[in-house]
C-alpha cells in the first residue's frame, strides 16, 4: 500500500541482545529481542550484519536454536581466526544492538505435524538448528521417535549437554567423541562413518525423514552415507555451515 512501510523477512531490522548463555567455553547463546519478527520455522536461520566504525561490513547467517513461539536466540561457535564470532561471543553485552534479517529458509525445516521418525545428525554446531526441532517436538506434544547422532571432539565441547540428557523418551541421543573421550567413555569414538550410521539410523521402510547439519564436510559425507543405505535422497534435509571441520 503507498506510503505503507512493509517489513518483510529480508529487511534487516534492529534486535536486542538480552541473554547470554556460555553453553561451552567456546560458544555462547544469544537471546535476542525483535521487534519485528514474523514468527519462525524449526530448522530456519537469520542473517547478522555487523558495521565497523569506518563502514566495512561483515554479514553472517547463524541458525535459529529457538523453537517457534519461544523468544529468537542463536548459539554461536567461537572460530579464533574468525572475524564475527569472536565478537558474538565475546565482546557482546545484554542491551547491545545488532542488524538481523529473518527469518530465512524454507527447506531445512521441521514441522511438529509431521508423523515420520525424524533422524538428527549434527556435526559440532550444526546441533543448533536441530536443537530447534526437538525444542518443537516437546512444545508441541509431538511423540515421533527421534534419534539425534551428535558428532562432538570431546564431551567438553558438547552443546546444551544438559538440555539434551533431560530428553524424553522417544528422543535417543548418541554421541561420538571423536578427539578425547573421557576414561570410563563406552560411546562411539571416531568420526561418524557409513558402519555408525547404519546402526544408528531407521530402517529406510519406517520412511524416515534425515537433517544433517554441520560443517561442509560432514554434512556431504553423512548425507552420501545416507543415500548409499537407501534412504531417498529428498528425505535427506542438508544444511551446511560452511568450512570443513572435525566435529
Ligand atoms: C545457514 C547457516 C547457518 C549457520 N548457523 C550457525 C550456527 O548456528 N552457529 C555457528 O556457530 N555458526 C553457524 N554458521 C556459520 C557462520 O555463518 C560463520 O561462518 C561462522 O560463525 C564463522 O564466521 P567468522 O566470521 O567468525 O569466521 P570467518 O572470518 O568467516 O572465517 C574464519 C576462519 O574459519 C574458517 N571457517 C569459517 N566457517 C567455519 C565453520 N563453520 N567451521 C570451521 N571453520 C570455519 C574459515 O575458512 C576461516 O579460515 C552457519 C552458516 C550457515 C551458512
Not at 571423536?178 to 544408528?200: H, K, L
Request: aromatic share 8%.
Amino acid at each position: 500500500m503507498a506510503g505503507t512501510a512493509v517489513r518483510g523477512r529480508l529487511t534487516w531490522q534492529t534486535a536486542t541482545v538480552g541473554a547470554v548463555m556460555d553453553e561451552t567455553p567456546a560458544v555462547r547463546t544469544l537471546v535476542l529481542s525483535v521487534p519485528d519478527w514474523a514468527g519462525h520455522r524449526a530448522g530456519q536461520h537469520l542473517d547478522i550484519r555487523l558495521t565497523a566504525d569506518d563502514g566495512y561490513r561483515a554479514e553472517r547467517s547463524y541458525s535459529i536454536a529457538s523453537a517457534p513461539g519461544e523468544p529468537v536466540a542463536i548459539t554461536v561457535e567461537r572460530l579464533d581466526d574468525g572475524e564475527v564470532s569472536p565478537y558474538l561471543t565475546q565482546d557482546v553485552q545484554p542491551g547491545d544492538e545488532i542488524e538481523i534479517r529473518g527469518p530465512i529458509g524454507g527447506y531445512f525445516v521441521w514441522e511438529a505435524t509431521s508423523t515420520a521418525p525424524v533422524l538428527l545428525l549434527a556435526g559440532g554446531s550444526g546441533v543448533v538448528p536441530l536443537r530447534a526441532m526437538l525444542r518443537h517436538r516437546a512444545r508441541a506434544g509431538s511423540s515421533v521417535p527421534v534419534r539425534l547422532l551428535y558428532s562432538a571432539r570431546s564431551l567438553a565441547e558438547v552443546i546444551y549437554r544438559a538440555e539434551l540428557a533431560a530428553e524424553p523418551d522417544g528422543v535417543e541421543v548418541i554421541y561420538t567423541l571423536t578427539r578425547q573421550q573421557p576414561p570410563d567413555w563406552t560411546g562411539y569414538a571416531r568420526r561418524a562413518d557409513q558402519a555408525m550410521i547404519a546402526e544408528v539410523a531407521w530402517p529406510v521402510a519406517r520412511a524416515p525423514l534425515a537433517y544433517v547439519c554441520g560443517p561442509t564436510n560432514f554434512v556431504e559425507a553423512v548425507a552420501a552415507d545416507l543415500v548409499a543405505l537407501g534412504y531417498p535422497p529428498q528425505r535427506v534435509k542438508t544444511e551446511r555451515f560452511g568450512a570443513t571441520g572435525t566435529p
